[in-house]
């Protein structure tokens, strides 16, 4: 909806406001011309009910006032005597049009001085979890958010497992551009449990309303987006066709409810950004991380025996794939190499890749006992592919058991975004690339509108064509654009095993979220009992230099003073 549609809206809900309470206004002593004076009307609503004006705040903030118009319109009604639960339950269902019956059709009388304290234990329980509700939505929507890392694309900054708080006020709050939806979810509503049968309801449902939607609206922040900031943004493919071959159907999602990602901005508004084997560089010059990142790339370790479980877990590697080496001659055969060709291009599960070397055959990934015996071959694995850190890598070279450590550069291009025209950029030799800068303008042509198509038809909102060769900007004919937002470069650390901006192109500053600021919990699903818990990084920072440092003994401590006082102040109290 436009800002002109949503005025219209407005003016709309202050009439049907006007027509359905103006006689309780009068009753409650009131003029009824005050019934329909935008805003003020609210004021002198929340005095006939008796609840606090700052109340009226809360009724004009998206998300909470859907939470807030039950609770007036249940307030409105008792106000005038109607306290029984069917009352309460008919002007819920009706959405407040059950004020109509008592304004015009019902012998009510204002009741000045009520009870504001629930008249049931039911009634008391029911308004404590509305509120606590509201005022955990408040927070969530506004000031902060919890998020789970669920993939390895950070790691080892940030840990599959970690449960962290991500502040929404750095870069400005957004304000939520879909105004009906389920409180404190995200695109989906979670498994529902039928009653009294053990069954959970396992189709997820769309936890909101596609309409109508509000204008894209952010309070200010007080810090801008920094290059090596980590930051979580809305995934800008939930809402173009999808960049990979897998799939071809078109997700359609509003933009605050696409899927969360998160990723180190890399990029910022103005820069030129290349690879170089997989090193970011802006503007010619190599990009200086935080010393808290750890940049990982795919290597491949080959030992003089097994990989085995020790070994895995003394050097932590989680993500791994075992390469099985065959001598040339059993491989000679070009069938067995056509098969292997035929399983790769089906993605079969247990072959992810294969290569040959002047004397081997490598199969990355493994291949299944049947397909083993179709072959007729067996073998262990002395080798693997996974993702290092420089220092892991350094620690793996000292030790005997380790024949060699290579760095495996990956030339496939993989769908990258932009490869089409650049055939031979790949995920590490990538670039350059201009990231967009809100106001500056580009040259529109053959050569760099594949880049900018995405920006000016899916997040600028404007009518695209070609014809005959010519480029046509809502209708008119471009050679040039200006953009009308900032735009941002995110990748993963972990170069090789994330899906990042090289996939799917930039990201807009209305799809930013918020900025990740507090680990509270990390869960190691392969540690056993207490082990799973990583204690050392309960409690820490995300940003900052140096080691992360845990908190967690000192929150204790601090609950453990609060509860000491309150047991102080509850005997001082009795005494």
């Not at 407005?10 to 011309?33: M, P, S």
């Not at 550069?409 to 809100?438: A, C, M, Q, T």
């Not at 967690?552 to 000491?564: C, N, P, Q, S, V």
Request: proline share 5%; glycine share 6%.
């Amino acid at each position: 909806m436009t800002l002109n549609q949503w005025f219209l809206f407005f003016i709309a809900i202050q009439i049907i406001h006007f027509l359905g309470t103006w006689k309780l206004y009068v009753k409650a002593g009131r003029k009824a011309w005050e019934a329909i004076v935008p805003v003020y009307n609210a004021i002198v609503l929340m005095q006939i009910i008796n609840r606090p004006k700052w109340w009226v705040i809360l009724l004009f903030v998206p998300i909470i006032n859907l939470l807030m118009f039950p609770i007036v319109w249940v307030e409105t009604i008792r106000s005038f005597g109607k306290n029984s639960t069917k009352d309460s339950l008919l002007v819920i269902a009706s959405l407040g049009l059950y004020i109509y019956v008592v304004n015009y059709m019902a012998d009510v009388t204002y009741i000045e001085d009520r009870s504001l304290k629930p008249r049931t234990a039911t009634g008391e329980w029911v308004s404590s979890i509305a509120f606590a509700i509201i005022a955990a939505t408040l927070v969530h929507t506004y000031f902060m958010q919890p998020y789970t890392i669920p993939t390895s694309s950070l790691e080892k900054s940030l840990l599959i497992g970690d449960f962290l708080f991500v502040s929404k006020f750095h870069y400005g709050a957004r304000v939520p551009m879909t105004t009906v939806a389920a409180p404190m979810v995200h695109d989906t509503l979670p498994a529902i449990p039928i009653p009294f049968t053990g069954i959970k309801l396992t189709k997820k449902f769309r936890s909101y309303l596609n309409k109508p939607q509000l204008p894209y609206l952010r309070i200010p922040g007080f810090q801008d987006i920094k290059r090596n900031d980590i930051v979580v943004f809305s995934w800008p493919a939930d809402t173009v066709e999808q960049f990979f071959k897998r799939t071809n159907r078109k997700i359609r999602k509003p933009v605050d409810k696409k899927s969360n990602y998160v990723k180190r901005c890399v990029g910022v508004p103005g820069d030129s950004l290349e690879l170089r084997d997989g090193f970011v560089y802006i503007n010619g010059q190599k990009n200086i991380l935080p010393d808290r990142a750890k940049l990982q790339f795919n290597n491949v370790i080959r030992t003089k025996t097994a990989i085995d479980r020790k070994f895995l877990v003394k050097y932590d590697l989680e993500e791994y794939q075992p390469i099985y080496k065959f001598k040339i001659d059993i491989w000679d055969d070009p069938r067995i190499i056509s098969h292997l060709a035929t399983l790769e291009s089906q993605r079969r599960s247990y072959l992810r890749e294969y290569y040959r070397d002047s004397l081997d055959v490598y199969v990355v990934g493994g291949i299944a006992q049947d397909e083993a015996r179709k072959l007729k071959i067996s073998a262990s694995a002395n080798a693997i592919k996974t993702n290092l850190t420089e220092e892991t890598k350094l620690r793996l070279l000292k030790d005997k058991s380790v024949v060699s450590v290579d760095l495996f550069i990956d030339k496939s291009v993989n769908n990258l975004f932009g490869e089409k025209y650049h055939p031979n950029w790949n995920r590490d030799n990538y670039g350059p690339i201009y990231i967009p800068e809100k106001g500056k303008t580009v040259a529109l042509n053959k050569t760099s509108l594949p880049f900018y198509k995405q920006i000016i038809r899916e997040y600028e909102k404007n009518d695209l064509q070609i014809q005959g060769g010519k480029i046509f900007v809502n209708g008119e004919p471009a050679d040039s654009y200006t953009f009308k937002q900032d735009y941002y470069w995110m990748m993963g650390d972990n170069r090789h095993n994330s899906e990042d901006s090289r996939f799917w192109g930039y990201v807009p500053f209305d799809h930013v979220v918020g900025k990740p600021v507090f680990i509270w919990f990390s869960w190691n699903t392969n540690g056993k009992g207490l082990g799973k818990v990583r204690w050392e990084r309960l409690f820490t920072t995300v940003g900052g230099s140096g080691k992360p440092v845990s908190y967690f003994y000192y929150f204790l401590g601090l609950i453990a003073l609060l509860y000491g006082y309150s047991i102080y102040k509850k005997r001082k109290k009795e005494a």
